[in-house]
């Protein structure tokens, strides 16, 4: 079992190429359960679900295969997504927001061979990263995002680094920040330097720190070497859960090999096939994963193509 931990959401998104008209399944640990299930995982989500979008919720949840642990809320939380270019660059317009998640129970989540933190808008607490750390050995694994955004009066995202993020990010054997919320927290701009930002974050405690690039790949950072990661080119459709689906993957080849190259090569493969489709109802087998995952292991001399690298 695996167990993600963050609110479900209902977004609307539109790209360049695509308009998805009313508001569709997503969310960070909602788009990571989504992928390890297709891998055959069996697969928790813990997250905050209002009455609104409750029946739709446990009928997605069935439909994909992922077993729900839901903690009431006044509304089901949702994003207006508006992707005004090619590389991932977005309005975040908030339509509904979940509550947070209570304190959980360490039975959730006991015998999980990984806990994903994966949260949209602070529906997780840095009080429970420790407490689930305190009660759970096995792999920990966070995405950030949701950690460092905030809202202003016009509903309108923004982000910041939040009291206490060292300490928290000190309690994960993985951390996986994009390149802009790298930056939130090292004031590095990572298209100039992600390996600084990497060995600032891992200064922090983690065990391994990954940068994402969106086009360019990703860097990975274990204390003693970097390890670019190509990306896996494709004709984008929706960048929506790039990095949702990076983490899913990354932790499905970690588990499996322990081997930093081949679960970054894996997860970026991963990330590759989500954004080709919109929502949840994308085609993903191991085995296109794999074909995909040979092309990259191949490129051994990659250097993701930053300004340190370039100049």
């Avoid at 308009?19 to 997503?26: A, F, G, H, V």
Wanted: a negative charge; one cysteine or more.
């Amino acid at each position: 079992m695996i167990t993600a931990i963050g609110n479900p959401v209902y977004d609307y998104i539109k790209t360049p190429r695509v308009d998805t008209k009313t508001r569709i399944l997503s969310g960070c640990s909602t788009n990571a359960a989504l992928v390890l299930a297709r891998l055959g995982k069996d697969v928790k989500l813990i997250g905050a679900v209002g009455d609104d979008m409750r029946e739709q919720f446990i009928a997605d949840m069935r439909k994909y295969h992922i077993t729900p642990e839901m903690t009431p809320s006044k509304e089901t939380g949702g994003f207006s997504l508006i992707y005004y270019d090619a590389f991932g660059n977005r309005t975040l317009d908030l339509l509904g927001r979940a509550e947070p998640i209570p304190t959980l129970d360490p039975k959730l989540y006991a015998g999980s061979e990984a806990v994903l933190i994966g949260p949209i808008l602070k529906e997780v607490s840095l009080k429970m990263v420790h407490a689930i750390r305190d009660n759970f050995d096995g792999l920990y694994f966070l995405d950030p995002q949701g950690l460092l955004r905030g809202m202003d009066e016009n509903k309108r995202i923004h982000h910041g680094k939040p009291d206490g993020i060292e300490a928290a990010f000190s309690r994960f054997d993985i951390v996986k920040p994009n390149e802009m919320e790298a930056k939130v927290l090292t004031g590095i701009d990572c298209r100039e330097n992600p390996y600084e930002a990497a060995r600032i974050l891992r200064s922090w405690g983690p065990k391994i720190v990954i940068v994402t690039l969106a086009e360019l790949g990703s860097v990975i950072y274990d204390g003693n070497q970097f390890i670019d990661i190509p990306p896996y080119e494709i004709d984008l459709i929706d960048a929506t859960g790039a990095g949702d689906t990076y983490m899913a993957g990354f932790t499905f080849e970690y588990l499996k090999t322990g081997d930093l190259r081949k679960s970054g090569c894996f997860a970026s493969c991963t990330s590759s096939i989500m954004i080709e489709h919109v929502g949840p109802d994308f085609v993903m087998t191991e085995a296109e994963i794999r074909r995909r995952q040979a092309t990259l292991l191949a490129k051994t001399a990659y250097k993701v193509r930053v300004g340190v690298n370039i100049g």
